[in-house]
C-alpha cells in the first residue's frame, strides 16, 4: 500500500491510434494499468521511485518512467515488428500528498541539447563559479565546414564517420546517444589512423584513460544495459562515461582527425 506521504507520477504517453489500443488491449503491458485518455494517448501510475532527495527521487523516476517506455517500445516491436510504430512520453505531473499537481520537465533533456558554452552561460547566470573549457571544444568549434564539405569529395571515410555521428545522436528529441554507432565512428576513424601511420594517443586525439572509460562503457550491459555493444556480462568498469561526456568525446576526436586530414 503507498505511503500517504508518497507521491504519485502521472505518466502520459502518445502514440498512434492503432498502437495506443493494442496496448490497452490483450498482450505487452509491461505490468502497467493504462488509462485511455484519448484515441492517441494514455497514461500509467508510477508511485515511490525512491531516492532521499526531491532531486533523488525525480532522477529515480525518471530513469523507471524511460524504462517502462523502452520495455513497452520492445515488446511492441516484438510482438508486431515494423507496424508498431512506438510510443513517447508526453507529459509527466507528480501530485504531491498536500494534492498538489505539477508538471515535472526533466531537465536533463533540455540540457543535454545545449552546447557547452551554452550551459556554461546559463551556470554563470545561475551564479555557479565557471568551470574550465573541456578539451577539444576549440577543435570542434573551429572546424571550416565548407572545407570539411570539399573533403568529402576525396576522403570516403570522412563521409562515412559523418554519417555514422549523425545517426548516433538520432532521432531529433532523443536525448540518448547510440553507443554502438559512435563507437562504429570511433573505430571508422581508428582504421583510416593506422591505414596512414598515425596514433590517435600519440598526436594528442585523446589520451589512454578517456579511451579505456569510453570503449568500457560502450561494451558494458552492466552501464549501459540494452544500448551496449555487447550482450556478455562483462562487469561495470570501474572508468565511466556518461551520454554527453561520450558524445563529446567522438565528436572531439573526428574534429581532430579531420584537422589532419586537411
Not at 217 to 237: F, K, M
Amino acid at each position: 500500500m503507498t505511503s500517504p506521504s508518497t507521491p504519485t507520477w502521472n505518466v502520459t504517453i502518445r502514440g498512434q491510434k492503432r498502437d495506443i489500443a493494442r496496448l490497452l488491449g490483450p498482450g505487452p503491458g509491461s505490468g502497467l494499468k493504462f488509462v485511455l485518455s484519448d484515441a492517441h494517448k494514455a497514461r500509467f501510475e508510477l508511485t515511490d521511485p525512491g531516492g532521499a532527495t526531491r532531486d533523488d527521487a525525480r532522477a529515480a523516476a525518471r530513469a523507471q518512467i524511460e524504462d517502462r517506455v523502452e520495455d513497452l517500445n520492445g515488446l511492441g516491436k516484438l510482438r508486431w515488428g515494423r507496424t508498431f510504430e512506438g510510443v513517447e512520453i508526453e507529459e509527466v505531473r507528480v501530485v504531491d500528498p498536500d494534492c498538489r499537481d505539477e508538471i515535472v520537465g526533466f531537465l536533463g533533456v533540455a540540457v543535454d541539447f545545449m552546447t557547452w558554452r551554452e550551459m556554461e552561460r546559463m551556470r554563470i547566470r545561475l551564479g555557479r563559479p565557471p568551470r574550465p573549457e573541456p578539451d577539444g571544444l576549440s577543435d570542434i568549434e573551429g572546424l571550416d565546414l565548407p572545407t570539411v564539405e570539399r573533403l568529402l569529395d576525396n576522403e570516403p571515410s570522412v563521409r562515412r564517420v559523418l554519417h555514422l555521428i549523425r545517426l548516433a545522436h538520432s532521432p531529433p528529441g532523443n536525448e540518448l546517444l547510440d553507443w554502438a554507432l559512435a563507437y562504429a565512428a570511433w573505430e571508422a576513424i581508428q582504421h583510416d589512423a593506422r591505414s596512414r601511420g598515425w596514433d590517435g594517443a600519440q598526436l594528442g586525439w585523446w589520451t589512454r584513460r578517456e579511451l579505456r572509460a569510453f570503449r568500457g562503457t560502450a561494451n558494458s550491459p552492466e552501464a549501459l544495459g540494452s544500448r551496449a555493444r555487447h550482450g556478455e556480462p562483462r562487469g561495470l568498469p570501474a572508468s565511466r562515461m556518461n551520454d554527453s561526456e561520450a558524445s563529446h568525446f567522438v565528436r572531439k576526436v573526428a574534429a581532430r582527425w579531420i584537422k589532419e586530414l586537411l
